[in-house]
Each structure stands twice: as C-alpha cells, then as structure tokens.
C-alpha cells in the first residue's frame, strides 16, 4: 500500500497540476490589472471633471481637515460613548420584548399587547423624530426624575428605536429554532425557562448574528442624529468647523470617523459567521 | 411492581382516534416493543406518555403515580422518563460531553465535575470517548444517535422510551446502535421500543405489543407473536413485513 512518503504523483497529475497553476497565476492577472483600469479610469474621470479643482478644495483640503481634526475627535468620543450605551440598553430591551412576545405565560398577556403595540410604533416611526419628541419632549414633562441631560436623552431616544427593530430580530431568532430541540429538551426534564436559556435562545442569537451586527452598524451611525437636539457630538463638530471657514472637508474627516469603526466591525462580524460554521459543521471554509 | 401501567389510552387526532383506548404494562426491568404500521400511533403513544402531548383520556400511572393527573409537575415526570427520538435531536450548539451533562447538571443539580466524569464514563462505554469534544454535525448518523440514548441514559431514568431510533439511519449504522440498546438491556434498562425492526425486536424484547386501529391489537412475549401471530390483523402485517 502506497504511503504519502512513497507516492510520486503521476505524470497526468503533475501536467494537471501544472495546468492549474498556469490558470490561477492567469486569473491573477486579469484581477489585478482589471481593478488597476477600473480604479484608474474612475478617478481619471473624475479628475477630468471641470469642477473637479473646486470640489478638491471644498472637500478634501488638507489644511481643513488638520484644524478640524481635533474637535471632530473630540465629537466623536461622544458618539462611541452613545454607542456603547445604547448598544448594551438596545440588547437588554430586545431580549425582553422578544421573549415577552414568544413566552406563553397567561400572566404576561397585557405586557406581551404592551410589547406588540411597541415594537409596531417605535419601528414604523423615523429615528430622527424619536429624537425630536424625546429630546424636547422629556424634558418638558417638568417631571421629578426625568433626565434632561442630554446623553441620557440621546441614549433613551436610540434605545426606544433600535430596541424595537432588534426585538423582531431577536424574536426571528427564537422562532427559527425548531421546535423539536424544545421539545427534546423538555424530554430531559428541561423547564420551559430553562430550554429557553440553554437550548433555544443560544441557537437563536447565534443564528441571527449578523443582521444583529448590521443593525449596530447602523446604529454606530446613527447616533449622529443626535446633532438635531443640540450635541455637540462628531457631525455637529464638523458642522461647526465647516461654517466657520466655508470648507466641507470637516464632514469628510467625520465620515472618516464613521468608516474607521464601522469597518472593522464589519469584518468581526464575518469572522464571528464564518468561525460559528466551521465549528458547528465542521466544514473547511475558506 | 410495575414501572408502567396504561389503561384506556386515548388521543384524536384531526377528527381521528389515533390512540382508541391502549393498555400497556411495564414491569422494572422489562423490554416492550411497540410495532405497528406507519401511523399506527406507536410515536404519539410514546409522547402521550412523556407528557410532551395532552392525553384525551385515559389514565397512566408511573410507579405509583397518576401522571395524568393535570396537577402533576409534568417536568418532575420527564425527569424520570428518558427519550430517544427519530431525527436524534441532538443540541447543535453544545459539544457532545455537554449535550450529555446539560441534564445532569441543571435539571438534576449535579456539579460539573462529576457530570463531566459521568458522562466520560458513558461515552466510553459505549465506543464514544474521542468524540466528546466533537460537535454533533460532525459526526454520523449513528454516532449521533448513540450520543442522543447516551445523554438520555445519563439522567438514569426509571424508564427509557426509544422512537424509531434507526429509521434515519443508512443500513449500516444501524448495527451499532442497536448493538448499544442490547447492552442497555444487559444492564437491566425498562425500555418501550417503537420499532420497525422486527429481528431487533425478536432478539431484544421480552414482550412485542402489536398496535392495530388505535388499540393493542395482540401482544405476547416476542417469539411466540412474531413467529406464531394469533391474529388474522397480525398475520397479514407481518406477512406484509416480510416481503419488502
């Protein structure tokens, strides 16, 4: 019986494997020029635009963007601050009123029509007038215990919003488990909380990962909407920045901002997607 | 003493009596195999009994409880009950060693430790050791199965109920598996089989119970009905059997 540390591939495999070598060093090749041309071409064009000198100087001149770094930067802590809070907030809200809207409990009735009206206001109202009606309205309220600090207000705003979109993810999530892993689980003597816990919502979560993750993307983003009540978080820097000498280069250094943290967010989740496959299948994916 | 008495079993169905009155008795240590044609209600009995379906009518005691009863801890009875299913059901989230040790250690609050060592024990015994790490996907058919009787074995229920444990699997996983329930039989297991495997049944039960139309149709200690049915129902599904 042939061993690896005997076996010489046959002449026809070497030919094949030569033969394929040639093709991914061709294929290679053509990326790599075609993304040279493409690239070329397109800043080519708009380089041959005729307002193309203007446009450099309104939007990418590197002088702005040096002064407007800094107060950019320092915006932008604020918008990571928001993010971070609203996104443990978010996750905590979602969880409860996915699980309020699927546990069968005679006891949760009112709560789980409170959860359903809800989720069906918050979704189908824009993020930027939840921010309206929170940041103007709380406080108007004039009630003892209502924050009228403005962090707090942003932070409520994002979390009523968001929280409703990722309950449904989350609840999708928790109905695409099949039913018969509750119920092997119930066989094990498993209560409904606990098959919920470590049966069904692990599965779940896992499963709706990365629309999770897109929905935080987004949600990184959109805690610039925040400008409109009066923070003076990364965009409105850029604002401010911007008027005072007519340059829109401050808005790209924020869009900068923006892309930088979002990006590698991106591609955590890809990996988390791709490691959860390998693991549970243990499939080779490359 | 009987582990399980059965008595006027009743469930419908869509307008249909699938279970129309069943009598079934299981003494500690006994092996009963339900056969039946597809739809004879073997599966449904099966659940009825773990409480994973709600009885018409009809009364079932375990030991010396009325489960029945509707103010009984339905979880406190599973406990007791092991189920095997079909499709394996296996948790694809959780490595094999914690799929066994889930039950142990939170439903019958044992410390990870000795669940752990526990279960090593049963892997082992059963030829599954080098895969409790493994995830279930990444095993075959067989080897899934004997991990599902494995996690229900590691509960130590009073009783263990296998549902068509082999029809998901190609010819030949089926050896093993059926390999791991004699040898749970050795270990003087209370098993109820739903089975299409007659020659399985012959070798391993001590009583083969024939459901036919809803009811036990005939039942008697597994040579004498497999080989010599006194029925004409009986006959012509073992007829019928035999020439697939």
Same mark, same amino acid.
């Given at each position: 019986?042939?061993?690896?540390?005997?076996?010489?591939?046959?002449?026809?495999?070497?030919?094949?494997?030569?033969?394929?070598?040639?093709?991914?060093?061709?294929?290679?090749?053509?990326?790599?020029?075609?993304?040279?041309?493409?690239?070329?071409?397109?800043?080519?064009?708009?380089?041959?635009?005729?307002?193309?000198?203007?446009?450099?100087?309104?939007?990418?001149?590197?002088?702005?963007?040096?002064?407007?770094?800094?107060?950019?930067?320092?915006?932008?802590?604020?918008?990571?601050? *928001?993010? $971070?809070?609203?996104?443990?907030?978010?996750?905590? %809200?979602? !969880?409860?009123?996915? +699980?309020? &809207? @699927?546990? /069968?409990?005679?006891?949760?009735?009112?709560?789980?029509?409170?959860?359903?009206?809800?989720?069906?206001?918050?979704?189908?109202?824009?993020?930027?007038?939840?921010?309206?009606?929170?940041?103007?309205?709380?406080?108007?309220?004039?009630?003892?215990?209502?924050?009228?600090?403005?962090?707090?207000?942003?932070?409520?705003?994002?979390?009523?919003?968001?929280?409703?979109?990722?309950?449904?993810?989350?609840?999708?999530?928790?109905?695409?488990?099949?039913?018969?892993?509750?119920?092997?689980?119930?066989? *094990?003597? $498993?209560?409904?909380?606990?098959?919920?816990?470590? %049966?069904? !919502?692990?599965?779940? +979560?896992? &499963? @709706?990962? /990365?629309?999770?993750?897109?929905?935080?993307?987004?949600?990184?983003?959109?805690?610039?909407?925040?400008?409109?009540?009066?923070?003076?978080?990364?965009?409105?820097?850029?604002?401010?920045?911007?008027?005072?000498?007519?340059?829109?280069?401050?808005?790209?250094?924020?869009?900068?901002?923006?892309?930088?943290?979002?990006?590698?967010?991106?591609?955590?989740?890809?990996?988390?997607?791709?490691?959860?496959?390998?693991?549970?299948?243990?499939?080779?994916?490359? | 003493?009987?582990?399980?008495?059965?008595?006027?079993?009743?469930?419908?169905?869509?307008?249909?009596?699938?279970?129309?009155?069943?009598?079934?008795?299981?003494?500690?240590?006994?092996?009963?195999?339900?056969?039946?044609?597809?739809?004879?209600?073997?599966?449904?009995?099966?659940?009825?009994?773990?409480?994973?379906?709600?009885?018409?009518?009809?009364?079932?005691?375990?030991?010396?409880?009325?489960?029945?009863?509707?103010?009984?801890?339905?979880?406190?009875?599973?406990?007791?009950?092991?189920?095997?299913?079909?499709?394996?059901?296996?948790?694809?989230?959780?490595?094999?060693?914690?799929?066994?040790?889930?039950?142990?250690?939170?439903?019958?609050?044992?410390?990870?430790?000795?669940?752990?060592?526990?279960?090593?024990?049963?892997?082992?015994?059963?030829?599954?050791?080098?895969?409790?790490?493994?995830?279930?996907?990444?095993?075959?058919?067989?080897?899934?199965?004997?991990?599902?009787?494995?996690?229900?074995?590691?509960?130590?229920?009073?009783?263990?109920?296998?549902?068509?444990?082999?029809?998901?699997?190609?010819?030949?996983?089926?050896?093993?598996?059926?390999?791991?329930?004699?040898?749970?039989?050795?270990?003087?297991?209370?098993?109820?089989?739903?089975?299409?495997?007659?020659?399985?049944?012959?070798?391993?039960?001590?009583?083969?119970?024939?459901?036919?139309?809803?009811?036990?149709?005939?039942?008697?200690?597994?040579?004498?009905?497999?080989?010599?049915?006194?029925?004409?129902?009986?006959?012509?599904?073992?007829?019928?059997?035999?020439?697939?």
């Amino acid at each position: 019986m042939a061993t690896a540390a005997t076996w010489h591939r046959s002449v026809d495999q070497r030919e094949r494997d030569r033969y394929r070598r040639r093709r991914s060093a061709r294929r290679g090749i053509v990326a790599l020029a075609s993304t040279v041309v493409v690239l070329g071409l397109l800043g080519w064009g708009v380089a041959q635009a005729p307002g193309w000198p203007s446009v450099q100087q309104a939007y990418f001149d590197p002088e702005q963007a040096r002064l407007a770094l800094p107060e950019v930067a320092g915006g932008f802590v604020f918008n990571i601050k *928001l993010f $971070l809070a609203a996104e443990a907030a978010i996750l905590v %809200v979602a !969880l409860v009123v996915a +699980l309020v &809207r @699927v546990v /069968p409990a005679p006891a949760l009735a009112p709560i789980r029509l409170l959860a359903v009206v809800y989720t069906d206001v918050f979704r189908g109202t824009p993020t930027i007038l939840v921010i309206f009606l929170v940041g103007f309205g709380f406080p108007a309220l004039g009630l003892q215990g209502v924050p009228t600090d403005l962090f707090w207000l942003g932070l409520i705003a994002l979390t009523l919003s968001y929280g409703a979109y990722v309950a449904e993810v989350v609840r999708a999530g928790i109905m695409s488990v099949h039913p018969s892993q509750a119920l092997s689980a119930r066989a *094990l003597g $498993l209560s409904y909380a606990q098959s919920m816990r470590r %049966v069904v !919502l692990p599965q779940g +979560l896992r &499963r @709706v990962m /990365p629309p999770l993750l897109n929905d935080f993307v987004s949600l990184q983003k959109d805690t610039a909407l925040v400008a409109v009540i009066g923070v003076v978080e990364a965009l409105r820097a850029a604002q401010v920045r911007s008027s005072a000498d007519f340059n829109f280069t401050p808005y790209v250094v924020a869009a900068a901002f923006f892309i930088a943290v979002t990006v590698p967010f991106a591609r955590f989740a890809d990996w988390l997607a791709l490691r959860q496959l390998r693991r549970e299948q243990g499939l080779a994916v490359g | 003493m009987s582990v399980l008495r059965v008595k006027g079993l009743r469930k419908r169905y869509g307008g249909r009596d699938v279970l129309a009155g069943v009598d079934l008795t299981l003494d500690s240590g006994e092996v009963v195999c339900l056969i039946g044609a597809s739809g004879s209600g073997k599966s449904t009995i099966l659940r009825c009994l773990d409480l994973l379906e709600p009885v018409d009518d009809g009364t079932v005691w375990l030991g010396a409880l009325d489960i029945t009863d509707p103010r009984v801890d339905a979880d406190e009875v599973r406990r007791q009950i092991g189920l095997v299913f079909q499709a394996y059901n296996l948790f694809p989230h959780l490595s094999v060693l914690d799929n066994v040790t889930l039950a142990p250690r939170r439903v019958h609050g044992q410390r990870r430790r000795p669940a752990r060592a526990a279960a090593m024990a049963l892997l082992d015994r059963f030829g599954l050791a080098d895969k409790a790490m493994s995830y279930p996907d990444s095993l075959s058919g067989g080897q899934q199965q004997r991990v599902a009787l494995v996690r229900a074995v590691a509960t130590r229920p009073r009783l263990l109920m296998l549902d068509e444990v082999t029809s998901a699997l190609d010819p030949e996983l089926v050896t093993e598996v059926l390999t791991m329930v004699a040898e749970l039989r050795e270990a003087s297991m209370t098993m109820l089989i739903a089975t299409h495997e007659l020659s399985f049944a012959r070798d391993v039960a001590d009583r083969v119970c024939f459901l036919h139309d809803g009811v036990v149709h005939e039942q008697g200690p597994a040579r004498e009905l497999l080989d010599a049915p006194r029925q004409r129902r009986t006959q012509e599904f073992l007829r019928r059997f035999r020439d697939r």
